[in-house]
T-cell receptor
Framework: GAVVSQHPSRVICKSGTSVKIECRSLDFQATTMFWYRQFPKKSLMLMATSNEGSKATYEQGVEKDKFLINHASLTLSTLTVTSAHPEDSSFYIC????????????FGSGTRLTVV | KNQVEQSPQSLIILEGKNCTLQCNYTVSPFSNLRWYKQDTGRGPVSLTIMTFSENTKSNGRYTATLDADTKQSSLHITASQLSDSASYICVVTQTGANNLFFGTGTRLTVIP
């Protein structure tokens, strides 16, 4: 089945630094990738949708300059948290969809970001 | 408003027992409904996916049902195991849209 690899699984960084999270579709081409944020005991909250080769579409309230998304190829999307602050500490999850098939969503294993 | 509601919010059962989790949705137009299992600190893993015409879908000890008329789904877990302890999330996709509508999940704890 479809596999999405997300790295790193855990990262600790200092306030003010930037952190990059990678999301790779290993055995399929992901036309669209999604980035989510999840707070403890809460459901996933969509941050942005990225299509290969075009700018990401951000959800209302998500800062574009804070959370930079790049989807340069059909198998890789990256989320960069810039100038990280402690309130950015959270669990970030990506998902990838093959083509326009609404059945074909696969999630990555998530990244636990802690900003100290 | 497109919403997905799950119940109960949390559930504790004894190992070996069965349980049923509920999902009600108002998402329209409806494309499909998925049940995911999410272990703590991990990404969601798909258990089942059902379209409008599918009433039941099984995956091992997991059986999902869908009533598209009443917009309700259930996930039945039989002969529960300790490893079933996780959050179970119901996700509904809207036709023609990218977005997935997530339920808030049911936290299942299986105790020995």
């Amino acid at each position: 089945g479809a596999v999405v690899s997300q790295h790193p699984s855990r990262v600790i960084c200092k306030s003010g630094t930037s952190v990059k999270i990678e999301c790779r579709s290993l055995d399929f081409q992901a036309t669209t990738m999604f980035w989510y944020r999840q707070f403890p005991k809460k459901s996933l909250m969509l941050m942005a949708t990225s299509n290969e080769g075009s700018k990401a579409t951000y959800e209302q309230g998500v800062e574009k300059d804070k959370f930079l998304i790049n989807h340069a190829s059909l198998t890789l999307s990256t989320l960069t948290v810039t100038s990280a602050h402690p309130e950015d500490s959270s669990f970030y999850i990506c998902s990838a969809r093959e083509g326009t098939n609404s059945r074909g969503y696969t999630f990555g294993s998530g990244t636990r970001l802690t900003v100290v | 408003k497109n919403q997905v509601e799950q119940s109960p919010q949390s559930l504790i059962i004894l190992e070996g027992k069965n349980c049923t989790l509920q999902c009600n949705y108002t998402v329209s137009p409806f494309s499909n409904l998925r049940w995911y299992k999410q272990d703590t600190g991990r990404g969601p893993v798909s258990l089942t996916i059902m379209t409008f015409s599918e009433n039941t879908k099984s995956n091992g000890r997991y059986t999902a049902t869908l009533d598209a008329d009443t917009k309700q789904s259930s996930l039945h877990i039989t002969a529960s195991q300790l490893s079933d302890s996780a959050s179970y999330i119901c996700v509904v996709t809207q036709t023609g849209a990218n977005n997935l509508f997530f339920g808030t999940g049911t936290r299942l704890t299986v105790i020995p």
